[in-house]
T-cell receptor
Framework: DVKVTQSSRYLVKRTGEKVFLECVQD?????MFWYRQDPGLGLRLIYF???????EKGDIPEGYSVSREKKERFSLILESASTNQTSMYLC???????????????FGDGTRLSIL | KNEVEQSPQNLTAQEGEFITINCSYS?????LHWLQQHPGGGIVSLFM???GKKKHGRLIATINIQEKHSSLHITASHPRDSAVYIC???????????FGQGTRLTINP
């Protein structure tokens, strides 16, 4: 079974801090995604990566950066956290071509981040 | 207008009722997903459809590609079915999913 693990379930940080959210998957998936989820707005894509050291901006990349140094790990970075980045953050992964061959995305359990 | 629209946004029903959640989309797709998210955040993939109908236990998902519409049905609903149900589509040729806003389902005993 695919396992997508996010390093923290709950995280509280202060405005201006640099925040790292880590995501690890154990199925050798090429594609990894970071979403945020807010009430009334649903899931929105922040960044995704389709290979090591490759990254693509999603729909709301402002204020975020990502790092993919190893295939199994995809990190989301808030360079200088702000209160409007308080949200639920979800990581997901899928095998390359999964959308064509009918594989589902696999999600982590989420990190609920509060910026005070 | 969102590319993926779900209805209703909120649904409250009594235990045992038959539940239908609808999803309409406006782009060509290679697949449609129904996801379930329980309180606490974790998301589980229920179904992935590209045509026809799939059934798993009390859950049934259908899709009509021509009409760009999908439905998720729950028979004999139970309080443990209470969750947010999310429709997501993969546009043709795209790597990423486009999500509906979700339907919050509450089943009362």
């Amino acid at each position: 079974d695919v396992k997508v693990t996010q390093s923290s379930r709950y995280l509280v940080k202060r405005t201006g801090e640099k925040v790292f959210l880590e995501c690890v998957q154990d199925m050798d998936h090429e594609n990894m995604f970071w979403y945020r989820q807010d009430p009334g707005l649903g899931l929105r894509l922040i960044y995704f990566s389709y290979d090591v050291k490759m990254k693509e901006k999603g729909d709301i990349p402002e204020g975020y950066s990502v790092s993919r140094e190893k295939k199994e790990r995809f990190s989301l970075i808030l360079e200088s956290a702000s209160t409007n980045q308080t949200s639920m953050y979800l990581c997901a992964s899928i095998i390359s071509g999964g959308g064509v061959y009918g594989q589902p995305q696999h999600f982590g359990d989420g990190t609920r981040l509060s910026i005070l | 207008k969102n590319e993926v629209e779900q209805s209703p946004q909120n649904l409250t029903a009594q235990e045992g009722e038959f539940i239908t959640i609808n999803c309409s989309y406006s782009v060509g797709i290679s697949a449609l997903h129904w996801l379930q998210q329980h309180p606490g955040g974790g998301i589980v993939s229920l179904f992935m459809l590209s045509s026809g109908k799939k059934k798993h236990g009390r859950l049934i998902a259908t899709i009509n590609i021509q009409e760009k519409h999908s439905s998720l049905h729950i028979t004999a609903s139970h309080p443990r079915d209470s969750a947010v149900y999310i429709c997501a589509v993969r546009p043709s040729g795209a790597q990423k999913l486009v999500f509906g806003q979700g339907t919050r389902l509450t089943i009362n005993p």
